[in-house]
């Protein structure tokens, strides 16, 4: 297959109304916090039991297109020796990789920060493919202050975004691209607003100077919202408002899907604001989904608290969740669904 074709493939089963990505490629440090709460120790062993649990969810295919994985998870296999990937393949969903090495401070730039990995990334993805990966995830992340991000801070965030995801396309890989605004501090919605724009504005300028083909990445950005430490907080048909346009001022319609993270919003919230999205919007140029980690995967955490004979729980959790959020991709979520069982 020639790598137009191979990207085509690999975008139209990741694309598909109702469904969504589940983010599962928590770096050793961060499942290591997110199992610290139930109790549960992180070792080799329990990150591939819980993971296995995950992707073994009976009929989870009908919600969830994708996963991200984590570099260790690739070569781990689930207990009757099947590889997670293929228990993944086998549901219909494709397997994707993680590939940045993770944030540090941006040099000349106080209080900004970029991401590392470019070094080797070609072979990295050629060794992650024979291993099926199929599409991978980067992460650029920058925080709200008077003075923050920068110009210089977005100006050099956008173009590590761009240069990895036209290595993606290059190796047949279909990128999602993730500039993350954090939700940390008191700053207003409208100052999310404003760099939102100017930061996907710059990466969208990047990506077009890469040659990146939009037709064949997925934009995983974070929701328009007020600071977790703002006075007020927004109702969702706000944050839908407010999103759609700075989507609507700087996103191609040539890219088909943009996927949100849920970067500390509650499963309730994250669902309630892509639900919103959709049924404020019925017609926009690309399809509105979740990329979400926390917000799908907290209830599963807590149903299982690191215990087997939780495994049917939790397994019932994360299917409960998908489920909320594939309605919410058509705008058909109500709150009330959550007391259902
Ligand atoms: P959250 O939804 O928990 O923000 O995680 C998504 C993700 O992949 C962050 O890189």
Redesign the pocket.
């Known amino acids: 297959m020639d790598i137009e074709d191979e990207l085509q493939a690999t975008i139209a089963e990741m694309v598909q109304p109702g469904k969504g990505i589940l983010?599962a490629?928590e770096s050793l440090p961060t499942i290591t916090k997110r199992f610290k709460p139930i109790g549960a120790e992180s070792t080799e062993e329990t990150r591939r039991a819980y993971r296995s649990l995950l992707f073994s969810t009976p009929k989870i295919g009908e919600f969830i297109s994708g996963v991200?994985l984590f570099e260790e998870t690739l070569g781990q296999r689930a207990d009757d020796g099947t590889l997670l990937s293929e228990v993944l393949s086998r549901q219909h969903i494709v397997p994707g990789i993680?590939v940045d090495k993770g944030k540090i401070p941006l040099a000349r730039a106080p209080g900004d920060e970029i991401t590392q990995g470019l070094d080797g990334l070609a072979e990295r993805l050629r060794v992650y493919k024979g291993q099926g990966a199929r599409f991978a995830?980067w992460?650029e992340v920058y925080a709200i202050s008077a003075r923050n991000p920068s110009r210089l801070g977005i100006d050099a965030n956008a173009e590590m975004l761009a240069r990895y995801a036209a290595v993606c396309q290059e190796e047949g890989f279909v990128p999602i691209v993730?500039p993350?605004v954090l939700i940390d501090g008191d700053h207003s919605l409208e100052r999310c607003l404003e760099v939102t724009e100017a930061v996907l504005h710059a990466v969208f300028h990047a990506l077009y100077r890469h040659r990146v083909i939009l037709e064949y990445m997925v934009l995983?950005p974070s929701m328009v919202l007020p600071g977790k430490l703002h006075p007020s907080q927004a109702t969702p048909e706000q944050v839908a408002a407010a999103t759609v346009k700075v989507l609507r001022r700087t996103v191609p319609a040539a890219v088909p899907s943009i996927n949100f993270?849920?970067?500390?919003l509650s499963p309730m919230e994250?669902t309630a604001n892509l639900n919103a999205m959709n049924a404020l919007f019925p017609r926009l140029p690309w399809e509105l989904s979740f990329?979400?980690?926390?917000?799908?995967?907290q209830p599963v955490l807590q149903a299982w608290a690191g215990r087997v004979e939780n495994r049917p729980a939790a397994q019932q959790a994360l299917y409960r969740r998908a489920r909320l959020n594939g309605l919410a991709c058509h705008g058909k979520y109500r709150p009330e669904m959550e007391k259902e069982t």
Do not use: T
């Open positions: 983010a490629d991200i993680k995830k992460r993730e993350e995983k993270l849920s970067g500390g994250a990329s979400y980690g926390r917000a799908l995967q």
